[in-house]
């Protein structure tokens, strides 16, 4: 299973957006995708079309060992792709975990039991380096980085990276850094390419080639519940997705791709 951490401790630069639309362009590839919700504010469960009333069971029963990950999946409208939907419970997670021996590969354990029945697992990440984080980040193989195309960008990039490589150290030393996808990007805009050329010189090869356009269709999906890429397959936002989740692909290491 190739499992991918979508974090960024910044707030609103993307993660959720991408979560949802990658996960939908890897299962239009046939990839049977798990997509889980990892923030309590649950945004992807929303965006995916999941209830508030359908989240009975959710990502934090299955943290805190009350239930198992298969009984908290749904399945999405969108073939191949199914959720685990995350509530408010989960803020409460960080502090029930903190006591916990086993606090930081919760999830991984958790993620470890379904191995066979998903070829890709997303994790949409809240905007915190909190214990949530730590756990996904122990329970990836890869990490993406959404990056906004705006002037603080890279602030907090460097605190990222060390947490990276702290768990890398102490937790989890297959954790690799997949990629930096470059988000609201607008072309029009001078500051956009700036930060886009800033970025690239930073963290070089590492940036996806494909940058995701600011485009207001990605932003209406949601309150339809459906990924950007169902409701309009061929608004520039849905297309900059698809191209991304090709480029994703190629980096992945060679087994995975001939699933
Ligand atoms: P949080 O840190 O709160 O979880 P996030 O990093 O998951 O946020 P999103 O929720 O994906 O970020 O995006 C933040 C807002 O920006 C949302 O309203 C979303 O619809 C919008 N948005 C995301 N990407 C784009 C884009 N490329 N073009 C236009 N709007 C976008
Ligand atoms: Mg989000």
């Known amino acids: ?5 979508i974090a960024n401790q910044k707030g609103g630069v993307g993660k959720t957006t991408t979560a949802i639309n990658l996960a939908t362009a890897l299962a239009a590839t046939g990839f049977r995708v798990l997509l889980i919700d990892f923030d309590p504010q649950g945004n992807a469960s929303t965006g995916l079309g999941v209830a508030r009333s ?5 990502i934090y029963q299955v943290l805190i060992g009350k239930s198992q990950l298969t009984e908290a ?10 959720i685990v939907p ?4 989960l803020a409460g997670a960080e502090l029930e975990l903190a006591d916990m021996a086993d606090r930081t590969t919760r999830l991984d354990q958790a993620i470890g039991q379904v191995e066979a029945r998903w070829d890709v697992c997303l994790i949409d990440c809240p905007p915190s380096l909190g214990l949530l984080t730590i756990n996904a980040l122990v329970a990836a193989r890869s990490l993406l980085i959404p990056l906004q195309c705006e002037f603080f960008a890279l602030e907090g990039m460097s605190q990222l990276l060390q947490t990276v490589e702290r768990v890398r150290v ?3 030393p297959n954790l690799s850094i997949l990629g930096v996808a470059l988000t609201m990007y607008d072309r029009r805009n001078r500051l956009s390419e700036q930060v886009a050329a800033d970025v690239r010189e930073v963290v070089g090869d590492l940036v996806f080639k494909t940058a995701i356009p600011r485009n207001v269709r990605l932003s209406e999906a949601p309150s339809h519940g459906l990924p ?4 309009d397959y061929r608004c520039p936002g849905s297309e900059a997705y698809i191209a991304l989740a090709q480029e994703l692909i190629a980096r ?4 995975a791709v001939a699933a």
């Open 228 to 231: 950007a890429l169902v409701y």
């Open 1 to 5: 299973m190739i499992r991918i951490a």
């Open 252 to 255: 992945l290491p060679a087994p």
């Open 170 to 172: 102490r937790f989890n």
């Open 73 to 82: 999946t749904i399945a999405t409208a969108v073939p191949r792709l199914d």
């Open 54 to 58: 359908a989240r009975d069971t959710s």
């Open 86 to 89: 995350a509530t408010q419970d």
